[in-house]
């Protein structure tokens, strides 16, 4: 154990070549391939790495994981680290030598500011892990968006893609995925490809945002948003509804105001929504006489939309109109009446972060199948919603 604690050396410069895990994989792997550390010897424990070389226990246990991988050391009872009896000087194969990975973002979303800062954690992953990333933003063309999926350039292990339900899209994946590519979905999701994908639980958006509408002001929500495209939008849908039944409101047709645009439509342009979000509201305002609104607007940016209607039409947000939105923008805190919102936990950030994790445990092949990963939400509320 001394020889092990005196020989490591971890360069914790911003340039380093490798993150800290694989410095530390790498140094222990030397040592035990060269008998510095002796079969069946113990090694310390995470905890007390961690605190001897000022990193964090995710770091001990990421380079210990691999090194188990390697079949050099075995945790007993799930706790004591001990070096495989049998092996033997220079045991390690080449393959089994440190690889660094290059992946790929393909957007056509980058001036979007959500996905902006989604996009913030993918690259704070790959600082952290030593990791090659590339952007590629397909901007308003559907054909350059296919034709990256399928050919991203060359080196490309791995590929983080906001999917569109559009013509020709799936085909593209799935000749991607069976070339070889791994591929992660951010927030959102093909139903008929068989690949992993990151996102906000949008169904417990939709019931966090409805309920505290419904309990605070004793009424019905509208539901102002996508119905049936992206996936998200379909969650949203199903938690409007699922609150909306769970207090005994079971006719929900005439509250129900959709955009009605084609998802290819929405892979075009970021602007769509507020245009469409406007014209909604002034429906709804217009068709719906009532003495005050509560509207569950799907996001943020919609519930722009609905402040632009109402003030158009002379009513005032917390007053005559109560909103809630989601992702908890920069701006929502801002506006002239603060807006209500349900955020990501901890933030959009970790919704990118946790995206770059997942393709990186597919390429390390210690995730091996499909998963569908939700980060959780929670409602922060503010003067929108409760006037």
């Avoid at 001036?111 to 308003?140: H, K, M, P, W």
């Avoid at 139903?191 to 639980?201: G, H, K, R, T, Y």
């Avoid at 919704?351 to 091996?368: C, D, F, M, P, R």
Wanted: hydrophobic share 40%.
């Amino acid at each position: 154990m001394g020889k092990l604690l005196d020989n490591v050396v971890l360069d914790r410069n911003r340039s380093k070549k490798l993150p800290l895990y694989q410095q530390i994989r790498e140094q222990i792997q030397n040592n035990i391939t060269s008998q510095n550390i002796v079969d069946g010897e113990q090694l310390p424990s995470i905890a007390y790495l961690a605190k001897k070389w000022g990193v964090t226990y995710r770091t001990i246990k990421a380079a210990y994981d691999l090194l188990e991988e390697d079949g050099l050391i075995n945790f007993e009872n799930g706790k004591s680290v001990k070096v495989i009896a049998g092996i033997s000087r220079g045991s390690v194969s080449e393959e089994r030598k440190i690889t660094k990975f290059s992946l790929a973002y393909i957007t056509c979303h980058h001036d979007d500011a959500y996905y902006s800062i989604a996009y913030q954690g993918i690259r704070n992953f790959c600082i952290e892990n030593g990791l090659e990333l590339t952007l590629i933003d397909v901007g308003a063309s559907r054909k350059r968006f296919i034709d990256t999926v399928v050919n991203p350039g060359e080196g490309i292990d791995g590929m983080l893609i906001l999917p569109f339900e559009t013509p020709g899209f799936e085909d593209a994946v799935k000749k991607s995925i069976a070339s070889g590519k791994k591929i992660v979905f951010l927030d959102r999701f093909l139903p008929n490809i068989e690949a992993s994908s990151v996102e906000a639980d949008h169904f417990s958006i939709a019931y966090q945002a409805t309920t505290h509408l419904i309990m605070t002001h004793n009424m019905p929500v509208y539901y102002l948003a996508f119905v049936n495209s992206p996936s998200g939008a379909r969650f949203w849908f199903k938690g409007w509804s699922s609150a909306m039944d769970s207090y005994g409101y079971v006719n929900r047709k005439p509250y129900i105001f959709d955009f009605p645009v084609p998802e290819e439509k929405l892979a075009d342009t970021v602007d769509i929504g507020l245009e469409y979000s406007v014209n909604a509201a002034l429906d709804l305002f217009k068709s719906r006489k009532e003495s005050k609104y509560c509207i569950f607007s799907g996001n943020d940016f919609i519930a722009r939309g609905i402040y632009i209607a109402a003030e158009q039409l002379g009513l005032q947000i917390g007053k005559d109109v109560f909103i809630v939105g989601s992702n908890n923008m920069p701006f929502a805190e801002r506006m002239p009446v603060p807006l209500s919102s349900v955020k990501t936990v901890p933030s959009i950030q970790d919704l990118g972060y946790q995206a770059a994790k997942l393709l990186y445990e597919h390429l390390t092949g210690s995730v091996n199948h499909p998963v569908r990963r939700l980060l959780p939400v929670e409602l922060v509320v503010r003067e929108s919603s409760i006037g």
